[in-house]
């Protein structure tokens, strides 16, 4: 049983930063692309940052470069999204995935899913 548990979400002031983290059991975390994606309310799930299995391939939405990024650290199974200068417009549940092949920006790519974690920034 695949499980991927999102943990460091919560309440910030705008201009600060959170760092999430999502802990997979997966007996081989090391052969998968991972994502994180966020949906506010009433809005679609959105891309917003992907790594490949070895760390070489990064991807971020446009939205989030250079203030959010995105690693992994294979020997504990977990995944981190930095985010720095955080703004309102980035409020949303922050979820991440896991996808046995290829990631990238399409969450049809991906094969497992956590429950999400809420980041609330205000302003």
């Known amino acids: 049983q695949v499980q991927l548990v999102e943990s460091g979400g919560g309440l910030v002031q705008a201009g600060g930063d959170l760092r999430l983290a999502c802990a997979a059991s997966i007996r081989t975390f090391g052969l998968y692309s991972m994502g994180w994606f966020r949906q506010a309310p009433g809005q679609e799930r959105e891309f917003v940052a992907g790594i490949n299995w070895s760390g070489s391939t990064i991807i971020y939405a446009d939205s989030v470069k250079g203030r959010f990024t995105i690693s992994r650290d294979n020997a504990k199974n977990t995944v981190y999204l930095q985010m720095n200068s955080l703004t309102p417009e980035d409020t949303a549940g922050y979820y991440c995935?896991?996808?046995?092949?290829?990631?990238?920006?399409?969450?049809?790519?991906?094969?497992?899913w956590g429950q999400g974690t809420q980041v609330t920034v205000s302003s």
């Open positions: 995935a896991a996808a046995r092949g290829y990631g990238g920006t399409d969450p049809w790519n991906y094969d497992y």
